[in-house]
């Protein structure tokens, strides 16, 4: 197979595939990937693990995402970049714009990330990134082989997973409500508040919680002797 037919242009990189890059000899805009050929330019976002120094200015930052870890160097000549990172917490989440380059150490090549613009971002920033690099990620590697990317999609499965949203509790069982209302009995019946008390603890909005002990009243589960008093059936 020719595999440099199958080098689709991309604009974005994780730190995986950044890491192995090189230079597309005859073209000094743009490098290469095992898996694409992409802008010399990009947009990166991930997290701040480190920030190394010289002297009393940072100069560049170990940043990771769900695939691996990346070096990102920020420009000398701006001056601005030195007073921004050094306001970054450690870890924080951090978007980078800059220019990927590819360097010999005399035994492979080298990428890093050469900033011009960095700024934090929010956890939806980055998440908002992760899903739409890996789906750009995910389209350029359906042109290979599958044993050729297995170990790069096993990264991308685990980068969609750490972006979306954790999931909503499971609501409880009618069973669960029951037993929940039988343990905030004061005497012989709870009083409602403290029960909606006890939902919330357990995940539910209030609403959530009214709404399911209407419902358990209607199917004669439980009822209300007073307004404010529970009892089970």
């Given amino acids: 197979m020719n595999a440099s037919a ?5 604009s974005q990189l994780f730190a995986w595939e950044m890491s192995r890059a090189s230079p597309v000899h005859g073209d000094s805009g743009r490098c290469r990937t095992p898996f694409g050929i992409f802008a010399k330019e990009t947009a990166y976002i991930g997290t701040v693990i480190e920030t190394v120094t010289a002297g009393d200015k940072i100069v560049a930052l170990r940043m990771s995402d769900p695939t691996g870890i990346c070096t990102v160097h920020l420009d000398p000549r701006n001056s601005g970049l030195y007073e921004t990172a050094a306001e970054l917490d450690v870890p924080s989440f951090v978007y980078v714009f800059g220019t990927i380059q590819t360097r010999n150490s005399g035994v492979s090549d080298t990428a890093v990330l050469s900033a011009v613009v960095i700024k934090a971002v929010s956890r939806d920033a980055r998440n908002s990134w992760i899903l739409s690099t890996a789906k750009d990620t995910a389209e350029r590697l359906a042109r290979f082989p599958k044993t050729e990317t297995a170990e790069f999609r096993s990264l991308l499965q685990n980068a969609v997973s750490a972006a979306k949203p954790a999931e909503k509790k499971q609501a409880m069982t009618d069973e669960e409500v029951l037993s929940l209302i039988e343990s905030c009995y004061e005497g012989k019946s709870a009083p409602r508040e403290k029960v909606l008390d006890a939902l919330k603890e357990r995940g ?17 589960e439980c009822y209300a002797p007073k307004p404010d008093i529970i009892k089970i059936a």
Wanted: glycine share 4%.
């Fill in 6 to 10: 199958n080098l689709t242009p991309a």
């Fill in 204 to 220: 539910l909005t209030r609403q959530q919680a009214a709404d399911i002990i209407a419902r358990l009243m209607e199917e004669g």
